[in-house]
T-cell receptor
Framework: ETGVTQTPRHLVMGMTNKKSLKCEQH?????MYWYKQSAKKPLELMFV???????ENNSVPSRFSPECPNSSHLFLHLHTLQPEDSALYLC???????????????FGEGSWLTVV | EDKVVQSPLSLVVHEGDTVTLNCSYE??????LLWYKQEKKAPTFLFML????IEKKSGRLSSILDKKELFSILNITATQTGDSAVYLC????????????FGKGTLLTVNP
């Protein structure tokens, strides 16, 4: 139990589907992140929310849409994905004062996404 | 562009061996260097380093940072099969636009 919970753990979706990944953190942190991990590539930072405001999105395609309704919950809405979007999507959180310090970033167990 | 390079990319050893994993970096406005262990699921945090020359230790694992030469090493002594994993190095950098840049990882395999 990492204090960061992701659902679903596995998701298979068609290219025309709309689905969402959910993340919840129980650590009292004020910054949350979405990362993508593909085979043979480093972890890629997709989105960061600090104090519920998005601060970085690293030019992620618009078919990925994040939502952070409060400091404990983070969603990643998925629509019209491509097969190359199949990957492990990791949610993480950290504690920062005002802005995310990133001193220690805690990960969830990930959501395995397969796009067919 | 910020870079984090880990070496070797993979390593196979026998139980009981000692291994040293390397991480070098080039970033703007360095804040911290972190080591993670990743097995089949999410990375688990090992160490955070912010100051040069101060060794952090946890059991058989230890790590040290050299901010002058821009690298860190992760040592594992008396390796066990349970140490088999990908070890990720990440560097936190930036001021108002903080980010965490990961290396590609070192795949360590410890054979009995």
């Amino acid at each position: 139990e990492t204090g960061v919970t992701q659902t679903p753990r596995h998701l298979v979706m068609g290219m025309t589907n709309k689905k969402s990944l959910k993340c919840e953190q129980h650590l009292g942190h004020n910054a949350m992140y979405w990362y993508k991990q593909s085979a043979k590539k480093p972890l890629e930072l997709m989105f960061v929310y600090s104090l519920e405001e998005r601060v970085e999105n690293n030019s992620v395609p618009s078919r990925f849409s994040p939502e952070c309704p409060n400091s404990s919950h983070l969603f990643l809405h998925l629509h019209t994905l491509q097969p190359e979007d199949s990957a492990l999507y990791l949610c993480a959180s950290s504690q920062g004062s005002g802005q995310y310090s990133g001193n220690t970033i805690y990960f969830g167990e990930g959501s395995w996404l397969t796009v067919v | 562009e910020d870079k984090v390079v880990q070496s070797p990319l993979s390593l196979v050893v026998h139980e009981g061996d000692t291994v040293t994993l390397n991480c070098s970096y080039e970033v703007t406005n360095f804040r911290s260097l972190l080591w993670y262990k990743q097995e089949k699921k999410a990375p688990t945090f090992l160490f955070m380093l912010t100051s040069s020359g101060i060794e952090k230790k946890s059991g058989r694992l230890s790590s040290i940072l050299d901010k002058k030469e821009l690298f860190s090493i992760l040592n594992i002594t008396a390796t066990q099969t349970g140490d088999s994993a990908v070890y990720l190095c990440a560097v936190g950098s930036g001021g108002s636009n903080y980010k965490l840049t990961f290396g590609k990882g070192t795949l360590l395999t410890v054979n009995p």
